[in-house]
């Protein structure tokens, strides 16, 4: 074992704070990994503060890692000392079951090991990104190709994953209308990757407040939601509408949204439930689906494809001292568009 500095939490209400953590040795099929930079999903809020059950603590959060790796075990061998490589929002799964498989870990029958917050085989509870260090099994980790700088790329472990799954899942390309509801961490990376899948995008956001950067990031028109004529101008439009709000809304009024045969994708995890009126599904043969991350497969594909196109995130970067203002800004939806802690200031 290995001390580490880390920012965590040490309890549901409380700020994170500067506290040193044991890092497993390297073993054999182990990387280690030491961290540039770390994004903040809003999922590492939902967790700290106990929105989806209760936590451990200390808790360090984190599940957008990118570094280099500066050792490796005596058996792996798809990384090397000096690889830039991430790490996202899983650290293992049990690899024997359909779903691994299949390449779909993130759906593990035996539930994966998240990257924080989870019970790892070795009985101990998983701590994340936000660190100087991460000890990783070689098949959790991926490359970050050369063209895409390790700050920028950070957020693509879980925001571009989590968007890049469902809009190649459902065909967003040349001729679909998708629209993307919230222009967050998540929302502004469906932006830009539905608009560089070839799609019509449209951003469905609370205000228009944000609206130049929204068609600058690629969307081809933008709404608000505070003004209900927008539900009425756009009745029966998309093809694919993912939702990437972190609280509850009215889904049954963005189920209206969709054409015939239409499909609604929830990415946002709000603790409270979304009511779904069943005629909203009936009337238009629709769908309501969800999505989680994507496969380990699946993210490299996703890497590999936004630095084909020149694909990072809108980032603020900032130092360690600032997690728990930026967590409040998050909260406020204030935040353009993914914050990323330099892990030096750790
Ligand atoms: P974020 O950066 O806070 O973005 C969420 C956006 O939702 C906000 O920017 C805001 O956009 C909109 N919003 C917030 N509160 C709202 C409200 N009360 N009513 C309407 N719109 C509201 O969060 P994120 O990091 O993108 O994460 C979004 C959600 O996805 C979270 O619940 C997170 O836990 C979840 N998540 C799920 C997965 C998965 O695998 N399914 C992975 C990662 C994250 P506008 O200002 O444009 O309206
Ligand atoms: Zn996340």
Redesign the pocket.
Known sequence: MFTVNTYAATSPTGDLVPTPIQRRDVGPHDVLIEIKYAGI???DI?TVRGDWGPQSYPLAPGHEIAGIVTKVGSAVTTHTVGDRVGVGCMVNSCGQCTNCQAGEEQYCLAGNTGTYGAVDRDGTITQGGYSTHIVVTEDFVVRIPDALDLDVAAPLL??GI?TYSPLHHWGAGPGKKVAIV??????HMAVKIAHAMGAEVTVL??SLK?MEDGLNLGADHYFATNNPATFEHLAGSFDLIIN????A?DINAYLQLLTLDGALVN????AEPLPVQVFSLIMGRRSFAG???GGIRETQEMLDFCAEHGIGSEIEVIPASKINDAYER?LA?D?RYRFVIDTATL
Do not use: E
Request: some cysteine; proline content about 3%.
């Open positions: 999903c809003h999922s939902h879980c925001a989590t919230g222009l967050g961490g998540l929302g956001s609370q944000k990437t709000v972190s609280a809304i990415v946002g995890a709000p999505s989680m991350i998050v939806s935040v």
